[in-house]
């Protein structure tokens, strides 16, 4: 787009520094424009039936096309925790993945670790608008997803 924008000016009869001025106002457009492409994901983390000694630290982290966007702050799971993340507009494979600090280790919170349940969430999205994601991490049920409104807990 610079390139298109560079050589049409190119053809226009002004002097070179005329030309520098007007390339700075378009590149800052298009900087703008290309910024306004991302929308907020804000993740909602709450964890039930924690088994008393297993109340671990840990952290979530928020992956877009297999890279990681941001990681959320540390907590214990026994605290509900959320927090917002910057999201590329359009259509893509989002995947939240929890850890728990493990002697002085981070590890997934994963049954492959020997952890009850699989902490983790995955699926392809269309970020159009700011979000709100709610994840339920359950010992007994598993994993539950919920956009919008907060998982509805079983009685």
Known sequence: MIDSVHK????????????????????????LVGYSQTTKLTVNIKFVGIEEGYDHETKSVVLIDGEEIAFSPNTLQSKTGAFTVDVPQGSHQLKVVNYALYEGNWEEHTVANEYSIDCLYEETHTFKKPEKLYLLFDIDSGTTASWKKPVKMKK
């Open 8 to 31: 049409i000016l190119e053809n226009i009869k002004i002097p070179n520094l005329m030309k520098k001025l007007l390339l700075i106002p378009i590149l800052m457009l298009v900087a």
